[in-house]
Structures are given as structure tokens and as C-alpha cells.
């Protein structure tokens, strides 16, 4: 009898051992390019919020801004080390881990819906999935695609091709190719640094992202003149979801399926912010401190011409950036933009 009690016991404590393995708390960390307040950066809050509802806090993921835990470009690094389990980044800061990743941003990229992006970004997916995982490092996908322009704000008057000679520009990824090949001068500054940087006039322009996130950022504040639309990115994906493989494997599955409805879930708020960004437009648009500038339509032609020309030349330095290419080129064609697909050497 008392033999029984005392298997009957030890099987209990495993019981209980066992249930409370498969209930214990998950804990990661989750760091952002994107500074509080800004649309980017409640796109992962709400990343985060989701999985901890849906998992009852099985897994707690905790979101932290730009420059928090650590400086925005060292974020590559942690996540491959397990210094903190994700991040939501974008993927242009990686360019000197692979030049591939200049290719986050398109410019001269004539596509011009959320749906065009998506459809396109779904096609790249395996992709980024190889170049990721080269460094150890798993991707799980975009979370934002824009089909905006993004703002080039300035202190002095670009109103021409021939204005970009010369200035000193804070950019990132192929922005820094593009407007090189345009005659300025390039700097890489995270997003904590460029409203310092307008102020003390050790830049001449910057763009960093949208018109509503710029607006939260204060840089109507510093900046007199904006070039709308400015041709550098084209639409492309800005916020990356990555994750350190080995915190990844270690989840049980129906936590892993919960990451990917979250990521989902944060894809339909990022095509909503859409509406803030043509209401914060409007607001940029009426300022009277601000001066709108657009380039002439064979300025315009130019400028595309010669991003599409960096693109092609990218991604022929490399195999992976050939079967990129046949992939962009391709989508290109199928959604109807067969200039831009011919002129980046698509063959039907």
C-alpha cells in the first residue's frame, strides 16, 4: 500500500512538473528602429500586445524603441547572439553584412499600391529567408509595406536633379547609392540623431520615413523645404520581422502559430496608417514655414532611371541578387509596368 501511495505520488509531482513546463512563461524581448509615438513603433506594440493576449501570457514579448536597450545598428547583431529574441528593424541598416540588403528599397520602383507591395514582398519571402539565415538569424516576414514616397526634408532648396550636387544628405541602405550616384554626400545617422543634426546644420537633408512619423519626430520644426515625392525608395518593406533561430525553436508550436496571427494582425494596422499619412500630408502641406518642391517631369524620368540602373547593377554582382532580380522583373511584367520590366532586362 504504501508502495502504491508512493508512485502514486511521484506520479503526481511529474503531473504537476509537466503542466507547469507547458505553462511557464516565455519572455522575450523585442527591439524596434522606431521611436515612441510613431506609427512604426505601435505597429510593434501591437505585435507584441497581440501575442500576449492570444498566448494568455504564455509568451510575453516587450517592444522597446530605437536606441533603449541598445544602439539601433547594433540590432543585427543581438538578435544572431540572443542578446534580445526579435527585432523590427529595417533591413537597409544590414548592408555591411551583405550588400544585398541595399535592396530592402528600390528606387525608381513604379509600384504605387499597399497591394502591389504586398504581392511583391510575398515573392521575396524565401528570399530574405536565405540571406537572414546566412548571418543565423530566422525572418519571418514584413510587417509594413509602404507604397509611399518618403519624405526628403532639407534646410536648403533642392529643386532640381543638379541641386543634389554637393549637399550632405542623411540616408540609409540604397538611398545612400542613389544619391551618391546623384553627386551628394552621404551620411548614416539612426532616427534619435537627425532632428540634432538639422539643428546644428551638420546635414543638409534627410529622409528617414512618412509624413506622419516625421511630423510626431518634430522635423517640420527643422527643416524649411520638402521634396514631394522624392524618388530613393519606392515601395518597399520597412519593418522586418526577425527572431534569434534558437529562442524561435525552442517555442511549441501553437506559440509560433501565435507569432505568425500577431505578425498578420500588425499587417492589417500597417495598411491603416495609410490614413494617417494622407491626413498628415495634408498638414505638412500647410505650413506656412514649409516650402514645396518638385522636380521637373524629366528630372523625375531621370532620377528613376538612373535608381532603376542602380538596381540592376546590384543585383548582378551576385547569384542570389540575379534570382532577385529575375524575381522583381518579373512581378514587373505581370502587374503591368513592362517598360520598367524591359528596362531592367525582363525577357517575356
Known sequence: MKKFRFALLLSLVFTLLIASNAFAAHKWRLTSHAMPGTSQFRLAEVFCETVNQLSEGELVIEPYAAGVLFPVFDTFDNVANGVVEAGMAYSAYWTGKDPLFTLTTRPGCPLSTFAEGAYLEGKL????????????????????????????????????????????????????????????????????????????????????????????????????????????????????LFVNPAKWEKLPQHLKDIVIVARDRARYESALIYVDEIMARQKWHSMPNIEFVRWSDADEKKAREIGLGLVKEECEKSEAGKQYLDIYRKTLWELGYKDEATFLGYKP
Not at 554626400?185 to 538639422?198: D, G, K, M, N, R
Request: some cysteine; proline content about 4%.
Open 125 to 240: 519571402e524565401d528570399h530574405y529567408k536565405k540571406l537572414y539565415g546566412k548571418f543565423g538569424i530566422e525572418f519571418l516576414g514584413y510587417i509594413q509595406v509602404s507604397p509611399l514616397y518618403e519624405q526628403l526634408m532639407s534646410v536648403t532648396p533642392i529643386k532640381s536633379i543638379e541641386d543634389v550636387k554637393g549637399k550632405k544628405i542623411r540616408t540609409s541602405g540604397f538611398g545612400a547609392l542613389y544619391y551618391r550616384a546623384l553627386g551628394a554626400t552621404t551620411v548614416s545617422l539612426s532616427a534619435p540623431e537627425i532632428y540634432t543634426a538639422f539643428q546644428t546644420k551638420n546635414i543638409d537633408a534627410a529622409e528617414w520615413t512618412f509624413w506622419d512619423d516625421n511630423l510626431r519626430m518634430g522635423f517640420h520644426e527643422v527643416s524649411l523645404y520638402v521634396l514631394d515625392p522624392a524618388l530613393h525608395n519606392g515601395t518597399c518593406d520597412y519593418l522586418p
